[in-house]
């Protein structure tokens, strides 16, 4: 749908190799003291000064992460940065530079990887992060882009997933669900188009679930909403495989128990309409679903005056002793262990 548009069509092979490269990185400028060298050299060369330097990568693949039918490459380019910023913000950290590496087949034309790099220099715009190089291949299957994310703290700000203590306060930013029922959604109008090719779906009701899925926003604002309300998060974990995954990561690696709530959970209006027509439980939408791109955090219980009643901020819970385990309390308080697993395996507990 979207990639065989009828404009004109380049084919790679008439640019070749380095010609690609240029064409496509042209338009980047380096906004960043600490970027001495970007593009253009073997490698390329950052001062982060008195610094720690942060490294983040991913490798999203055509057909296992993506799907070409409903994804505009200009989001592709974009989401392929936000879910490596993520990760950065994730540790409590400034994003400062990325790379760029894709494996891309002759079917695409130039004006396809045009849009995909304006997506790429879209979110470089818009959270001040340096494209500094990657790399150009061919691929003889799908398409490939692999980024990989750098930033910058001060050592103590780092935040790692380790620091959550019993009785600190679980917060979210946010909320959840949205980018799984944004993709049912997306794999039902595109069984409907199989169908009927001629059909024109009406996604204005789902627009809110169907960005999320699509140009998913990294929180670049956490950190500093944070710092201005004085509050030192002990761990943190941003939410790409769903909030009971995070949860576990945060309770193993820290050592500790959790009690989630679940009406303490935060879902848009939009996602809860969704559950209901797909008739799919909210709850374990938010849980499961995933790439939500939120940040998931624990801070120390003086806090909470802090924190309570924040719009960008849910307080769904408390850490615990580790022997308690890690619990979802549902509105019937009844205690569900929270397990890691796929959709069908938690339903059938
Ligand atoms: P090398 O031969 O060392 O791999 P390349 O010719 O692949 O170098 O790359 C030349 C320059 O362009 C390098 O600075 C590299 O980081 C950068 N570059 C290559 N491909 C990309 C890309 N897809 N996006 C951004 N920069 C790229
Ligand atoms: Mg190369």
């Excluded at 060298?37 to 390329?44: H, R």
């Excluded at 790379?99 to 790429?120: K, Q, W």
């Excluded at 700000?157 to 049912?184: C, E, H």
């Excluded at 690696?253 to 909210?282: H, W, Y």
């Amino acid at each position: 749908m979207i990639e065989d548009k009828n404009q004109d069509r380049t084919t790679l092979d008439k640019l070749g190799e380095f010609g690609l490269i240029e064409h496509l990185t042209q338009h980047f400028s380096l906004q960043h003291k600490s970027s001495e060298k970007g593009i253009g050299d073997d490698a390329a060369v950052l001062d982060f000064k008195n610094k720690k330097t942060l490294v983040t990568t991913d490798l999203l693949v055509e057909g296992v992460h993506f799907d070409l039918s409903y994804m505009p490459l200009k989001h592709l380019g974009y989401k392929a940065v936000m879910v490596n910023l993520s990760d950065v913000y994730a540790m409590n950290a400034t994003a400062t530079h990325i790379t760029v590496s894709i494996a891309v087949s002759n079917r695409f034309p130039l004006e396809a990887l045009d849009e995909l790099y304006e997506g790429i220099a879209f979110a470089c715009t818009k959270h001040k992060v340096d494209l500094i190089g990657g790399d150009t291949t061919s691929s003889t299957t799908g398409l490939l882009i692999s980024v990989t994310a750098l930033g910058e703290a001060n050592s103590a700000n780092i935040t790692y997933r380790t620091g959550a203590k019993p009785n600190d306060l679980l917060v979210v930013s946010g909320d959840l669900g949205g980018a799984y029922m944004g993709l049912q959604v997306l794999e039902r109008e595109k069984e409907v188009f199989k169908v009927n090719p001629n059909s024109q779906p009406d996604l204005e009701p789902y627009s809110y679930i169907v960005e999320r899925q699509l140009k998913p926003e990294a929180r670049n604002d956490i950190s500093g909403l944070l710092k201005v309300l004085g509050v030192s998060p002990t761990s943190m974990i941003d939410i790409s495989d769903g909030l009971s995954s995070e949860i576990l990561h945060l309770c193993k690696q820290s050592e500790v128990g959790c009690n989630l709530f679940e009406e303490k959970i935060p879902l848009d209006p939009t996602v809860i309409s969704a559950c209901e027509e797909f008739k799919i439980d909210s709850t374990m939408v938010a849980l499961s679903g995933g790439e939500d791109y939120e940040l998931l955090f624990t801070v120390d219980q003086k806090d909470f005056e802090k924190i309570k009643g924040n719009p960008n901020l849910s307080i769904i819970g408390h850490m615990t002793d580790a022997s308690e385990g890690a619990h979802l309390i549902t509105r019937g308080n009844t205690k569900i262990p929270i397990t890691a697993q796929g959709w069908n395996s938690f339903k059938s507990e």
